[in-house]
């Protein structure tokens, strides 16, 4: 439709430059360029190296969105960028550039935040998100439950990771099985061909007396080590490691932990339909987990595409059209970039 708003969205919070553009609920351009390559040797996104890529890709990307789409600068109603979480230099590239095209182009500025924005992508693939719903959000920074009533009024987080991220488990874990980084990928591909039941690595935070104080909290750090040490003593032992059947293992008990956790917070708030974004949405065996897990209580499980589950620009640009629908005020355009911005805060 026409009326709606034709949203920009400017993602840089990590290793991925994100343009998108969208229309109402309206997917027209996810341009990204990555500069995971560049870090890949390090084994993890080197700060300096990722600020210095957004840099150089900021300009080109912008104008790969708007040829997709069709529009110019001046089409464009609002202009969304990431303001936090994420590394400091990597998002000052992303909130400097969005100012400088919202002065230029005089358009409002909506300074979101990124992990709102991995739960508001859904949008773009299945529509508005009744409410409330429980988004289960698990990425390279993140692992956290939150219960999301109207995204522009904020959301109540239920629960938190206590010590590794998600998709930190997978990327340590691949770099002990020998596998490239991010880890994400090449364990879910290796998973494929390996049995999920040969090891028994252990849930964190699921014995009864966790469930007291943890209920909705994730640690994902003992079993990192459980499979630190299993491997260790394989090779000490002199012998093979088999990586296929560590890998689904390993996902198995990362997959089985989230999706306990995300259907009993639906079914503790009431909620039928579940979310869930970031990076390790992506994950084929986590999608195929959460929806038999949830569908045995009724509860419908909502997971975008996997290329709009990791860093991507429509995802900033689909919570800006939801703020800018909804008739939140822009930001000020002294707008901060926040590393640590809170999950409780949706626009700066
Ligand atoms: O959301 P994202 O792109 O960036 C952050 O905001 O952190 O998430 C990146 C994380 C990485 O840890 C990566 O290993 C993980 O998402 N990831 C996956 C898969 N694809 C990406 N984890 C498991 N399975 C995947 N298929
Ligand atoms: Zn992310």
């Known amino acids: 439709m026409k009326d709606e708003p034709l949203v920009l969205g400017i993602e840089t919070s990590c290793d991925e430059t994100g343009v998108g553009i969208v229309r109402g609920h309206t997917l027209l351009a996810d341009a990204v360029a990555s500069s995971v390559d560049e870090h890949a040797r390090f084994g993890g996104v080197v700060p300096e190296v990722a600020s210095r890529a957004h840099l150089e890709a900021m300009v080109p990307t912008m104008q790969r969105a708007l040829d997709t789409a ?15 979480p994420g590394l400091a230099g990597a998002l000052l590239v992303g909130v400097a550039a969005a ?7 005089d358009k409002p500025l909506y300074g979101v935040n990124h992990l709102a924005a991995h ?15 429980v988004a289960l959000l698990v990425s390279g920074g993140h692992s956290s439950l939150l219960l999301v009533d109207d995204l522009a009024n904020g959301v109540t987080p239920l629960g938190n990771t206590i010590d590794d991220a998600a998709g930190e488990a997978f990327d340590k874990v691949a770099r002990l099985l020998g596998l490239p980084f991010p880890g994400g990928p090449p364990i879910d591909r290796a998973a494929r061909e390996g049995d999920p039941a040969s090891i028994s690595f252990p849930r964190g935070l699921t014995g009864p007396r ?4 943890h209920r909705f909290d994730f640690s994902f750090s003992g079993l990192k080590t459980a499979v630190a040490r299993w491997v260790e003593a394989r090779q000490r032992a002199g012998e093979p490691v088999p990586v296929n059947d560590v890998a689904a293992s390993f996902q198995e008990a990362v997959c089985d932990v989230l999706a306990v956790k ?9 909620v039928d339909t579940l979310v869930i974004g970031g990076g390790v949405a992506a994950n084929s ?19 975008p595409r996997p290329k709009l589950c990791t860093d991507n620009g429509a995802m900033v640009a689909a919570l800006g059209s939801h703020l ?25």
């Open 70 to 84: 069709g529009v110019t600068l001046a089409d464009i109603d609002a202009i969304a960028v990431t303001a936090g």
């Open 99 to 105: 100012k400088g095209y919202a002065i230029a182009a």
């Open 119 to 133: 739960v508001a992508v859904d949008t773009l693939e299945h529509g508005p998100l009744p409410a409330p719903a």
């Open 210 to 213: 966790d469930l007291e104080r």
């Open 262 to 270: 995300a259907v009993d917070a639906c079914r503790t708030h009431g």
């Open 285 to 303: 065996r986590l999608r195929a987990v959460a929806e038999e897990r949830a569908a045995k209580h009724g509860i419908r499980v909502r997971v």
């Open 324 to 348: 800018v629908a909804a008739g939140v005020r822009p930001s000020a355009l002294d707008l901060p970039a926040d590393s640590a911005m809170p999950l409780t805060v949706v626009s700066g």
